[in-house]
């Protein structure tokens, strides 16, 4: 779990670095800020259109090959945007990036399914996920203090070395996944053989679902369309702070790189620690409704502050910390509820339907604040719109769900291991539902 967690920070680093690197390319390179929302959104362009072939390809060659594959090949995508010269090929290895990375999270989920049973998933796909919130700890000041301190390092530019020690980990990273990770229980050096037996016979007793459901029966599933709107709100409220947060600071008042990326910092600091307590209590209640839509309320009063008090630095930071430790939050507990509604390979199509809805809001969210920056010189519009399709996501939780969503399955979360099913993720099932 740790090299995962390592994996999918640098994951998140390389796809959010631009909104440092933005501090110093954007004007040497003429690059307005809808150019530079552009090109933050193409990334989820060709990571939509790749995720699922790069996922049926996983199924094919295996977690270990493949999962190195993605990393080594986004590491050296990352890296080349140092030679970007123009709009056109920032627009160009955005793309390239978004397709190299695709496939990589869907890839690490399906992979922990191999490994652990039913019931540590929740508290595995929490840790997991605290990734995020990893990235921006160490991500902020680590990219502030490049871009300041090797700014005109060997006549290249603070941004451009930002690219390339940052692209540079993924890379390795990719060879100690390829040289370490195993692929099976029965293929772990580090375990002996009563261990070996003792896993597989707890991943071999967990209940199976016969369910056979065709993609068209998620289709017809109104549920499956209210978890693609709600799951669209929650994605734009991460990729607004993602990609958005630093230019935030700078306009507050904070002009010094380094300590952009030390204030930076800070929100990601509080959810790493809220993220845990929230999941914690969740768990130990069962209760998961008023937990997600509380999750969801707090990235609209955080967008909310953020647009009122754009101008006082401390205050930005309390209302960013909200934001981002309720929609954080809210991605573990998200995923636990549509496989409560969805079976067999109607639960791989409508989870895929979901999951690429859900990346659109990549698409739209910092291409509309750079367009709304433009326009109006402030970003305060296009955070108030985020609120507000923050706003509706918690509406969706608590009015528009199925009630089955909501009970509580008999032993903490009964699932199914999951499965893939034409090389598509199938998420955990629910035990005894059908639908």
């Given at each position: 779990?740790?090299?995962?967690?390592?994996?999918?920070?640098?994951?998140?680093?390389?796809?959010?670095?631009?909104?440092?690197?933005?501090?110093?390319?954007?004007?040497?390179?003429?690059?307005?800020?809808?150019?530079?929302?552009?090109?933050?959104?193409?990334?989820?362009?060709?990571?939509?259109?790749?995720?699922?072939?790069?996922?049926?390809?996983?199924?094919?060659?295996?977690?270990?090959?493949?999962?190195?594959?993605i990393m080594i090949s986004w590491g050296i995508a990352s890296a080349l945007m140092m030679f970007v010269k123009t709009e056109a090929w920032f627009y160009v290895l955005r793309f390239l990036l978004g397709m190299f990375e695709a496939g990589f999270v869907p890839g690490a989920v399906y992979y922990f399914t191999q490994w652990f049973p039913a019931k540590q998933r929740g508290r595995i796909n929490s840790f997991f996920f605290t990734s995020i919130a990893l990235c921006g700890i160490l991500g902020g000041p680590i990219s502030g203090a490049i871009m300041k301190y090797m700014d005109a390092v060997g006549g290249?530019?603070?941004?451009?070395w930002l690219f390339l020690l940052e692209g540079i980990p993924s890379v390795v990273l990719g060879f100690v996944v390829m040289a370490w990770l195993d692929d099976r229980v029965e293929d772990a050096r580090w375990l002996n053989d009563d261990e070996k037996r003792i896993l597989t016979a707890s991943l071999e007793a967990e209940p199976r679902s016969g369910s056979t459901h065709s993609f068209s029966v998620a289709l017809r599933q109104p549920s499956t369309y209210v978890f693609s709107v709600i799951y669209l709100g929650l994605a734009m409220g991460i990729y607004g702070i993602l990609f958005w947060m630093p230019q935030l600071v700078k306009t507050?008042?904070?002009?010094?790189?380094?300590?952009?990326?030390?204030?930076?910092?800070?929100?990601?600091?509080?959810?790493?620690?809220?993220?845990?307590?929230?999941?914690?209590?969740?768990?130990?209640?069962?209760?998961?409704?008023?937990?997600?839509?509380?999750?969801?309320?707090?990235?609209?009063?955080?967008?909310?502050?953020?647009?009122?008090?754009?101008?006082?630095t401390v205050m930005l930071v309390v209302g960013l910390s909200v934001a981002a430790t309720g929609i954080i939050a809210s991605f573990g507990l998200f995923w636990i509820l549509p496989a409560r509604v969805m079976t067999g390979v109607a639960a791989a199509g409508g989870l895929a339907l979901i999951n690429s809805v859900g990346q659109l809001g990549g698409v739209i969210g910092p291409y509309m604040v750079g367009v709304v920056r433009d326009t109006t010189g402030s970003a305060?519009?296009?955070?108030?719109?985020?609120?507000?399709?923050?706003?509706?996501?918690?509406?969706?939780?608590?009015?528009?769900?199925?009630k089955r969503v909501y009970e509580r399955a008999s032993s903490d979360e009964a699932v199914t291991s999951s499965l893939a099913v034409d090389g598509v993720l199938v998420p955990p099932l629910v035990a005894g539902e059908r639908n």
């Open positions: 779990m740790p090299l995962f967690v390592a994996c999918f920070g640098m994951a998140y680093l390389d796809r959010v670095n631009i909104s440092f690197a933005k501090l110093q390319m954007q004007s040497e390179l003429g690059l307005s800020d809808a150019a530079y929302g552009l090109g933050a959104s193409i990334f989820f362009i060709s990571y939509l259109v790749f995720e699922i072939p790069s996922n049926m390809i996983l199924a094919r060659v295996g977690s270990r090959l493949w999962i190195a594959r290249m530019h603070g941004w451009q507050a008042g904070t002009n010094d790189t380094f300590i952009i990326g030390l204030i930076t910092m800070l929100p990601y600091l509080v959810a790493l620690v809220g993220v845990t307590l929230i999941a914690r209590s969740s768990d130990r209640t069962g209760e998961r409704k008023w937990h997600l839509a509380g999750c969801a309320l707090a990235g609209v009063v955080g967008y909310v502050m953020c647009g009122i008090f754009g101008n006082s305060d519009a296009a955070l108030y719109a985020i609120a507000g399709v923050c706003a509706l996501s918690a509406g969706l939780i608590v009015w528009c769900l199925p």
